[in-house]
């Protein structure tokens, strides 16, 4: 293994639980300035030695330079004195995670293989739509969580990514679309979903920090409305996560009995669906006008009769909630224990929901030439790794 880092312990898969860990020094002993707060960096300024109203100033030039106009070189910061660009340039890093691949699919969705500064794959995609481009962000490497249809969940390697590495994602995708400076109207980028690798609720406080500079108004200026949190059910972060971070919320339910969901999300058996529900029903800011969504992979035989879309269909009435179901199609991998439900039955339960006045709408894969479709995020390095050892 090339990665130098202590891994996260995984705590197993019924009752995971959240493990904090350090950011990590970088080996020449600079500070990454990308993921720190404005006070944070300015604190940091500080700590380097500049006295109190130059680091404040600076921190602001700096916010700027790196959140609006994309700049990684201090040398390019023409408002800031020649040998302090330098000085920056001796204690400081303004950096993005390293591309190792990058791919493009026909049906023009991007995928993009990135390395941490300590040697972890992991792995974004971005799709374009007609009418907005969405980029699909992991935030840890590898999940604890094993949902048994999910690829990323049969990962070993599990660390939190650091909020620099959630924001250098969105960082980078700007880059490859040459969307510098950051302007309000005709992005490509224009919304994001927490929905790449792992569990953005096991590393709640790095991806709050990182959103929060997604959303700065004098940065990278994204709308939290045009941002979505997707978590299985995580259910004591929940709330936190509407008032700390404010985004849309989708939550992957997949199944309406207990027996299913236990066997499917095994951190059902740890919160189940009711309390799943009843934090659902207490998201702040979720209205008719913001709806939470329900993700639903379609599961032959498994979770797909006109039984379980009408039980769907009564559980949100029950807990009165405003939705959508998202009915994504099971995306196959290579000794996956499922199959993807016939495209009829799709259909079948999708109007079950439709007809009770909810939308639920067929995703349709995306970018599936170069494995970027849901749940297949596990880097092709891994697997290029695995054959060539054996
Ligand atoms: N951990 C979070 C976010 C990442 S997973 C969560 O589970 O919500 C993003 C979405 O992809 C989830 O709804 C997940 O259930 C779905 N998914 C995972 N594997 C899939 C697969 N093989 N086919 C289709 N969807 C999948
Ligand atoms: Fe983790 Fe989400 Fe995959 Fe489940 S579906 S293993 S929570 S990434």
Known sequence: MSADTPLMPIAGAIDPVPVPRAATKRADGRVELVGLSKAHIRAELEAAGLEAGQAKLRAKQLWHWIYNRGVSDFAAMSDIAKAQRGWFAEHFVISRPEVVEAQVSTDGTRKWLLKTHDGHDFEMVFIPDADRGTLCVSSQVGCTLNCRFCHTGTMQLVRNLEPAEIVGQVMLARDALGEWPSQPEGRLLTNIVMMGMGEP??????????????????????????????????????????????????????????????????????????????????????????????????????????????????????????????????????????????????????????????????????????????????????????????
């Open 201 to 390: 609720l096991y590393n709640f406080d790095n991806v709050r920090d990182a959103l929060k500079i997604v959303m700065d108004g004098d940065g990278l200026g994204l709308s939290r409305r045009r941002i979505t949190l997707s978590t299985s059910g995580v259910v004591p972060m929940m709330g936190r996560a509407g008032e700390e971070i404010g985004v849309n919320l989708a939550v992957s339910l997949h199944a309406v009995t207990k027996e299913v969901r236990d066997e499917i999300v095994p951190l059902n058996r740890k919160y189940g669906i009711e309390q799943l529900l009843e934090a659902c029903a207490a998201y702040p800011g979720a209205n008719n006008a913001r709806r939470i969504t329900f993700e639903y992979v379609m599961l032959k035989d498994k979770n797909d009769s006109d039984e379980h879309a009408r039980e769907l269909v009564r559980l949100i009435r029950r807990y009165r909630l405003p939705a959508k179901v998202n009915l994504i199609p099971f995306n196959p991998w290579p000794g996956a224990a499922y199959e993807c439900s016939d495209e009829d039955r799709i259909r079948s339960f999708s109007n079950i929901i439709f007809e009770a006045g909810i939308s639920a709408p067929v995703r349709t894969p995306r970018g599936r030439d170069i494995d970027a479709a849901c749940g297949q995020l596990k880097t092709a390095a891994e697997r290029k790794r695995r054959k060539a050892a054996a």
